[in-house]
Nanobody
Framework: VQLVESGGGLVQAGGSLRLSCAAS????????VGWFRQVPGKEREFVAS????????YYEQTVKGRFTISKDNLENTVYLQMNSLKPEDTAVYFC???????????????????WGQGTQVTVSS
């Protein structure tokens, strides 16, 4: 499975951005697809995820109500709509996907098998 992100950029606080993650390859084997973010010197942080087959959605508490994860099955693409952005949302955002794993932990980066290259999101105050 290959993942390609797009949509990052620079935005003022309160603004919006939409990230896209296009999946290709053995997409039928996907279990969860999610977004993580990372700032220099810190561990990769869970943001949101979606269960590929039934669309169940989960969010990290600080983004709930501001970010929306969704998927387009026909395009094999997962989106992250980010509204009301704050300077503390500044990070490199990574798309990640997993195959089925009975010991899967949704919020753990180690549970994900495939990663995109990352896209920078910068929110100015």
């Amino acid at each position: 499975v290959q993942l390609v992100e797009s949509g990052g950029g620079l935005v003022q606080a309160g603004g919006s951005l939409r990230l896209s993650c296009a999946a290709s390859g053995r997409t039928f084997s996907l279990y969860y697809v999610g977004w993580f973010r990372q700032v220099p010197g810190k561990e990769r942080e869970f943001v949101a995820s979606i269960l590929w087959n039934d669309g169940s959605i989960y969010y990290e508490q600080t983004v709930k109500g501001r970010f929306t994860i969704s998927k387009d099955n026909l395009e094999n693409t997962v989106y992250l709509q980010m509204n009301s952005l704050k300077p503390e949302d500044t990070a490199v955002y990574f798309c990640a996907a997993s195959s089925y794993n009975p010991r899967f932990v949704m919020t753990s980066s180690g549970s994900y098998d495939y990663w995109g290259q990352g896209t920078q999101v910068t929110v100015s105050s």
